[in-house]
């Protein structure tokens, strides 16, 4: 949508000196360490300073898939994909099915939107604490839940059942912000076009797939980008609920955090360099989904 | 659709969403619950509704926890931030949407690679490190201001609907280009650069993972890693963490209860896609 046109005002000056400005702050403290994460993956480098740092060419990666690491790492792998395919596909799904709901002329509907978005603006912290103490083993409402059925668990503390829970809190936080977009797309389709469906004798489910679902499209591959994008670099819930050394809950993030700076407090000499090679790996992994979702979901679109 | 057939499609519709309110609702009465609770109280009876309530929990939470420090910490980090990002994505926003500066195209494009970036977590810590701003407020500022995410993009697909006459207007007037953006962008884009302000002001309040590698002194804590390092002091104290989380929710409840239409129709608006 870019028109280059002639610069109508008189002097250029303070064009130049504001997008300068804009410019070095976001290439200082933004763009070169973020290029600089794959420069250094090839480097030995320490978090201390005054430590000679070496080129190694590719040994941090080809020790990112050594049979020492291998499992720790396919295991954070694993994770990170199911953690982002799941909490993905949960938010986009139940998401769009909220948003219908609340888009009926129900009363307060504006109240319920608000509560559903609440929990981004609680932020992680605040939402972990509720969440452990929801699941507290020793005692809380989600183990009174199972005293019903005759059984208990340690919830957080049970490796089979970590991630899953802090998918399950992940979605619980995160479905707001999906709800409020499909919201806004829903608020966009002509109420004409559910009547000529009624009229044709569509049922409510015929309705949702051949109307809603086509003229959202937009909405859902924003919901599915911004899913993926989010749900494989985030590590704040994990980190809050179970910490950053949890095997259950390992995620290339927190894997990152673990390596780059000792994760348990404390810990300095940490191998950065190597880090950083899980941050490139991170972020190859992160493209070529989103890249393969974007494809999939634009082929859709234009099909529909 | 008459008004007998759309009746009872209605009656299931507040039942579905009793129970979401229910899911989200919930967990808030319970934390309040439990705030209010002794230590003996909530370990011989966790659920149940409190008979006793303890306010003084509150008064112990505030005084142990020095929420107040991390409260202005949080507020000046998400301010600030907050602030150096939008202003970044309006200089550059406006001149790119408008072709004021040679290869707009590509700048667009530099625009939308700034949300793939890779983490760089470790980068940072060494930049930090380097210019002597380590463990700095400044430098934390710095960093979380320059993650603008969608700004730039959100900005520059903005201001494209505003009229280019306006410039042209403007300059007859003799209006420069920096009054131009104080005096007629900035109040114009509004919607835009409020939507951009709260989606950088929600991430900066909600990170850190940045904030426990670059900000190793505890006075300088933003809220996050204060409620999260009270978590770690006071474990299984759970009516005094319950309060000491609702010292943090509240504020934040209250504010959003006033700012909620900003807020959601904010983000609506900006990210519909």
Redesign the interface.
Known sequence: ?????S?????????RL??G???A??A???????V???V?SFTD?T?L?GIPIDWIGLRNYLEFFSAAHLGDNLNALRNTVVFAGVSTVVQVVGGLL?AV??N???RG?TL???????????????I???????F?P????G??VLALFGTHSAFFGDPNLALGLVIFVQI?AGLG?SV??F???LQ?IPDELY?AA?LDGASGWQRLRLVTVPVLA??I??NVL?GI?NAM?S??LA??LTGSANRATQLL?TL??VQ??GGTGGGVAES?GY??SI??V??VL??VV?LIALRILRRREARL | MTATRRRPRHVLGYVLVAVLVFFYVFPLLFLLNTALKSNGQFSTDPVGVVTDPQFGNFVQAWVRGNFGQYILNSVLYTLAAGGIGTFISIVLGFPVARGYIRGARWWNIVFVLVLFLPNALITQFQLLLHLNLYGTQLGYILIMGAGVGVGPLLMSGFITSLPRELDEAATLDGIGYGRFLWSFVLPLARPAIVTVFILQAIWVWNEIILATVLLPDQSESPLTLGLYAFEGTYTNQWGLLAAATLIVATPLIVAYVFLQKYIVNGIAGGLKG
């Open positions: 949508m870019t028109t280059t046109g610069f109508p005002f008189a002097r250029k000056g303070t064009m504001t997008f400005a804009g410019i702050i976001l200082v403290f933004g763009l070169v360490p973020a600089a994460v794959l250094i480098i978090g300073p909220i709901l609340l009926q002329r129900l509907r319920y939107r608000a509560i559903v978005f609440m929990p981004t603006v609680l932020g992680v912290t605040v972990g604490l509720i969440w452990s103490l929801i507290n020793s005692g809380g409402p183990a009174s619980w912000i409020v977009i919201l806004a797309g966009a009547e009624a937009p909405s591959t924003t911004l994008v670099q590590y704040q980190y809050v993030s990152i955090y780059g700076f950065q880090a950083a941050s490139i991170q972020f992160v493209g989103s």
